[in-house]
């Protein structure tokens, strides 16, 4: 390990900050990964983790030292920093001590496998990083095949993003496409899609979705667009007898995807 950083003008502790910026991320290839879940799922997703940087004054149990030499021995560079530095190279009101950079993973669609009865989650510009990370998790809860979003306005490398889904964005099958090459592609591999919009003509429980299908979210603030309205096969509604006709999108997501489950179940 090498000597501790102590200032925090220390040049990587600048460049950690600087990753928080999208523009760095794109830039070099390279994402932050913070605390203890977020790391043990990026271990178990085969994230390759370049260097980590450890506070142990800010540790919260006795399960971190293991995780350190897990990494360590993946070939990571572990570099100690003392609190004030860590800080601010921290995303967090409460940090816990580990921070770390890794090589930004591959997102194409065949990541993502269609074959037997394939359970998707589509998000189209979704633009809070606390939805995406949101819908992340609550696809890998219910064993989603995995997660397309389609035409990105939240970068799913975002650090609020890997907070948010709690480490599930190394768990759960993420692509990342324009929305009309992910049509293509669902169509190809005959994944039925499922568009959810407020003028939807059927119950989303009245649809089947045993088999294979895409359910498809659309944006916070408009909804899906008419690229993903004509492509469905279905236009499917959540219905709501109360005053309000929408959704937060991450609870949407959750009801569809839980109603497929189900379903299968």
Known sequence: MSGPITSATNPRIKSLVRLRDRRERDTTGRFTIEGYRELTRAIQGAVHVETLYVCPALYLGS?????????????????????????????????DGLLAVA???????????????????????????????????TADAAGASGVIVADPTTDPFNPNVVRASLGTLFTVPLAVADST????????????????????????????????????????????SR????AADTAIVIPMPGSFDSLN?????????????????
Request: proline letters at 6%.
């Open 63 to 95: 399960n971190e030292p293991g995780l350190v030499e897990a990494i360590r021995g993946s070939g990571a560079e572990i570099i100690e920093v003392a609190e004030e530095p860590f800080r601010k190279a921290s995303y967090r009101e409460r940090p």
């Open 227 to 230: 690229t993903w309205l004509d």
């Open 181 to 224: 090459t992910a049509i293509e592609h669902l169509r190809k591999a005959n994944v039925r899609i499922l568009a959810a919009t407020p003028a939807g003509a059927v119950a989303h429980s009245a649809v089947d979705m045993t088999g294979p299908v895409a359910v498809v979210i659309g944006s916070e603030q408009y909804g899906l």
């Open 103 to 137: 090589e930004r993973f591959p997102t194409d669609l065949e990541r993502i496998p269609l074959t037997g009865s394939a359970l998707v989650l589509v998000v189209e510009s979704i633009e809070k990083p606390g939805n995406l990370g949101t819908m992340l998790r």
């Open 249 to 265: 999108a991450a609870m949407a997501a959750g009801i569809l995807l839980f109603e497929a489950l189900r379903q299968r179940a």
